[in-house]
């Protein structure tokens, strides 16, 4: 295979932050070289300095960050764009930041996509005035011809109905559109080289997929050389011709996709591969402990559970259809066992979670919970106060842990406050119980002390356990609980939840929109959409028969990691039967 | 949140010059070098000395040795106008840490040694000049920053807990109760405020002691004031209900109003703390402008105001000039509140302190 012809190359990269405590490293000696019409994935957990590496490139780092040293090599004549001109290479390093040079490059050689399309387009414009001018700054066209070529764009990026979409305001497209038209305007200028940030990492798995191979498919027309940041494994497996490995601000591992994923030299790079791939399959734990300890009797029966959400009340003489984000849901929870509820964004998963705990009033149904004392009482009648025994055995796990922890308190106080509050516990019998909780999350005693802010943010999920726990509760409903977290901690927090069960007798709801931490963690899965419970039945079952379209689609978009799976498997798109 | 404020230089200043005039007011006793209503007639409108500081001997040495000169009074055979001269053979020495006309301090116990006072006790000076009586304006202002920043400071008090009460139950409950709260507030907001303070502060009984009168007069201030508050506070418990600690502390059996005081209120400490240091100069104006047109707060009452409205006519800007000076005082501490809240409001924004 010869190799093609360098488009970048960055040599020995090291840009800094200037913090009270004297400047800290984002980048570090990185070198690396973007070949034409190759993919290169940049992979790391957060912190890894992965996205300052590529804002380095375009040297769009927010200050007080800064490049130091080391050059970024454009080789233009290499590019698909400037294959006709001569030879021209440039040091992107070396520009001024504000120079009209750096600027001639972003956007026309190269181009940039962002996380969340949201907040990187003007919430004011219309989709076709922002692109129009996208088009516009670097070539001297007519406001029309502009519009023409921003329709095409978009229908390029496969927006149906482009020529009447590009006139409305990016509110009114779905996140993955607005994705499609971010990517549109990237291309505006048919640059030679795409720099996608994480372009896919606020988006749900099914239009991920569409979105990582609209991205592949403009990339083989346009001779594209694309920079792919991404933390997840997965997506690198999908779409990486190279990969490079950060951790820490350096570059621990590169090389071509298949010789890394098969045979990862450092240590890094096998254990981040590992963690991955543990994740994908049931926990051998899980299974060992069911076959000696099959769960038991139900203890929490919901029936027919209903909300609505009245979004604005219509005009003053009508009323609006109201949102239902629970539509009639029906659920059993056994003893000892992990009920895991998968579904997109929007599915209503995290409203019947919080429906079950009365966080919200309910429009209809039953929640019937059998307590310590053998009573069975249904949550949904109970006033607030009645509530406040039955919410002791049934307690919660956020998903982020930084927003679920008051930032203005101590951890003693926070681990400590639902046993003052309930009256059970005072002064240093409660230190020494908040001490023992923290030790079996796997925290020092040391951090008592301690604000929430202080540590990283698996320690703070483990916080958010420690307090979920500290009243002996029988139900833990965990929302999204380990999706703020890194691969690498993510089946650590897993593996304590299951250690947790093992020893306090615990069950588990488990909410998460990522089935393969579902897969490892939970017994049976109900697959929720738009509300609905369209399937249920015990995990592997459902993984490996799924019986329901839209079940079939969802897994079917899963990035796999692993590359030799690439292509193999075909993609559905689920569409709701009128 | 220091941190972020001390990058804000202003503020910093605003926050030293205010400390200063607390200071002053906690001190006034100890800070004015006069009786400030000890009147002299041979003082009327006498105009302001300036302070030398080396007194020079006829042999030709010298010692240090803070002085003024003392001014004789003239009249005019005709038009009857005084005029004052400066007499340099004449000099008022003063010194630091002497003994003045006792006074007592905080109306418990006498106090006799002042910051400045004149070396023999029977001699005044005038820093800033005197008034018609032949008062001395400096232990006046002294005095009167006492009620003036303390009128912002009871007030805002006041106007505090009216706001982050209905503001806090407002926001966190919703609902009807918002409904109504938000009602009275616009209402409040939408009735003209100068009228309203001359009408209320007009109906005051004018016989009452002047302790009466300064507490109606701030209550009359706050009335209007918590309305803001209210709103900020409102604003912030509604950002904060939705958080996932708040949901928190409710799954962990907290009560209502332990959900509040406990868990919200504290997260936003830094943010009524600017509103409030942005509240207090509008105080201490809305009274200066009170005082001012005899509405207020009246004499024997030293404040601001009061010793503003001195300067309410033509033939002072003529003759007496410095009669103003308590529109300096009041421009310097209505700034200095400005910027450290401005500083304050910046540093408890924790969206600002990205870029800087």
Redesign the interface.
Known sequence: MSAAPPVIEVKNLVTEFAT?HGPFRAVDDVSFTLRRGKTLCLVGESGSGKSVTARSILQIV??PGDIKSGKVLLHRHNTARGRQSGESVIDLAALNKRSSAIRAVRGRDIAMIFQEPMSSLSPVHTIGDQIGEAIRLHENVSKKEALNRAIELLRKVEIPNADKTIHRYPFEYSGGMRQRAMIAMALACNPGVLIADEPTTALDVTTQAEILTLIRKLQDDNGMSVLFITHDMGVVAEVADEVAVMRYGKLVEQGDTLPIFEEPQHEYTKMLLGSVKQLDRPSTRRLARRASNPPGDVLLSVDALRKEFHIDRGSFFRKTAPLVAVNDVSLQLRSGENLGIVGESGSGKSTLG?AI?R?YDTNGGSVNYTGKDGVTRDLVTLDENQL?SA??EL??V???PM???????TVAQLIG??ML??GMLQGRALNDRVAELLQMVGLPASAMERYPHAFSGGQRQRIGIA?AIALDPRIIIADEATSALDVSIRTQVLDLLLDLQERLDLSFIFISHDIAVIRYFCDRIAVMYRGRIVEEGPTEEVCNTPKHAYTQALLSAVPHPDPRMRGTRVRTRYREPA | MW?AFRRHRLAVFGLIVVGLLYFIAAFAELLAPFDPDASSARAVNHPPQIVRFIKTTPDGGWTFQPHVYAMAQKRDPITLATTFTSDPSKTVDIEFFGKGAPVRMWGTFEVERRLIAPKKSDERFYLIGADRLGRDMLSRIIYGTRISMSIGLVGVLMSLVLGVFLGGISGYFGGWIDASVQRIVEFKLAMPTIPIWLGLSAALPQDWPPTWRYFAITVILSLIGWTELARVVRGRFLALRT???V?????????QM?VIFR?ML??MVSHIIASVSLAIPMMIIAETSLSFLGLGLLPPTISWGVLLKEAQNVRTIAEAPWLFSPGVAVCIAVLALNFLGDGLRDAADPYAQ??R
């Open positions: 009270r927010d200050p919080r705990l966080v406040k919410r002791r307690r919660m956020f998903q982020d927003s679920s922890l008051n930032p203005r308190m406050e639902p509050v309930n307090r | 941190i958080e996932d600690f949901t928190a502390a409710r799954l962990d059996g907290c009560s332990r868990h504290p997260s990205e870029g």
